[in-house]
């Protein structure tokens, strides 16, 4: 999957529009990160894995253009398996 997003960020990053771009690649650390625009809908759970549909759609404000990502669907892949974070510790301070 990190191909595709950064095949889809090197494409957007091509555009060169001089906004902020909402799909990001980090050749170093070899890592992708998508940003999402006004997504109400199913809650998600930290640490599960979902399948997610979603368009890119680019606009125009004042005069710069700008490319947003909207959520079409998300269905649960992996649900996670509830972590232990320990006992919370009250020190009286």
């Known amino acids: 999957m990190a191909e595709?997003?950064?095949k889809l960020a090197e494409k957007v990053e091509d555009l060169?529009?001089?906004t902020f771009s909402p799909v990001y690649h980090n050749d170093v650390?070899?890592?992708c990160a998508i940003r999402f625009k006004f997504y109400k809908g199913m809650k998600l759970v930290e640490r599960g894995l979902y399948t997610v549909k979603f368009v890119l759609k680019k606009s125009?404000?004042?005069d710069k253009q700008c490319i947003n990502c909207f959520i079409s669907d998300i269905k649960v892949h992996t649900r996670a398996k509830p972590v232990d974070q320990g006992e919370t510790m009250d020190f009286g301070i």
């Open 29 to 31: 650390l070899d890592y």
């Open 60 to 62: 125009t404000r004042g």
């Open 16 to 18: 060169n529009l001089g």
């Open 4 to 6: 595709g997003l950064g």
